[in-house]
């Protein structure tokens, strides 16, 4: 079946990947088999969107026979001429009674479907390489940080995150080669400040967008996302949070969050250690990662020596993955490679003064467990 280009406008992140999917395959079959999930799932992703739209003004069709999508059949005006035939009908159709409380439930559901608990499970991938581990790092998303475009040139705000952040996820999850196992690495600063005070460590003032409680609630419903979407790629998902120098402690309160969340999925891991410094080895791979903001780049090889040198003896491929500087910078030490990452993020009026001009993405590198890195995938903020 084709689906009405219009109602692409009135899609989700997710929404507009079955709505894709259904168009190309022809059928809510198909569709499900190259998303790897339920048919129901795709017929009523297309009932929810038709809905939305015909809230919206967009349900064509309607006015020629039955009911908009979300509206209920109100008074009907029927006009006779003097034979008593019917010459014309007037309709209303409106959000009211049961069909505006189905329309209250379903934005409900919706609005809660990112915090709620695990139903249902994402059913796990058919088939997936051993050899391989996709690591995802994300760097600083800085979720609730605002950018006036008229002052810095571009707009960042709490919806532009979540929406860059699902969007790169989306992209490189479809690039991702089935692995066994995936790192989800958030490099610090998910969160742009760490309490309503709206200060750093040393008590500058943060542009900040919205209430604290609210920027929680939907860095939690971003990160919960991308996990779910690396569930549908991977059989085993390990998700570590570092905590930055503008989210100390929200930090560490969003990856207790996460794991109450999946406590009983045992596909995903999250680790829980308060440590500035985390490692993962894979193999003849040994992995580093940190935010940045307490160790210097010079000294991460020696830092992961001393503290791992079994694992440092057992593996041939070492590197360190950094945020905090939010720009791309990579160089190799004796030992291993030290790499820091850019972020999604737009640069608030503090870095656009202070002359910061780097590009904005967010990677996919990919590992061979004897080789290390063998490819990688860059998602540009411009492709989202």
Known sequence: MKVDPKLYEFCTVRQLEVLEALDTHGSEKKAAKALGCASSLIGSTLKAVKKKAALAGHAPGHFESGVAPGYAMGKVTVQRNASGEVERTWERQSPESQAQLEVLRAAAEAMSEGVKGLAPLTPPPEFTRDDLLCVYPMGDPHFGAMAWWQEVGESFDLEIAEKLTCGAIDRLVASAPASHTSLLLNLGDMFHADNQRNVTQSGHQLDVDGRWAKIQQVGLRAMLYCIRRLLEKHQRVIVRINRGNHDGHSAYALALMISCYFHGEPRVEVDLSPSVVWFHQFGKVLIGSTHGDTIKGPDMM???????????????????????????????????VVEYFRTLAARDAWHHGQGYRAGRDMRLIVHHREHGEIERHRCDVGML
């Open 302 to 336: 020696g830092v992961m020596a001393a503290d791992k040198p079994e694992e440092w003896g057992a593996t041939s491929h070492r590197y360190f993955y950094v945020g905090h500087v939010h720009h791309q910078d990579i160089k190799e030490y004796r030992g291993g």
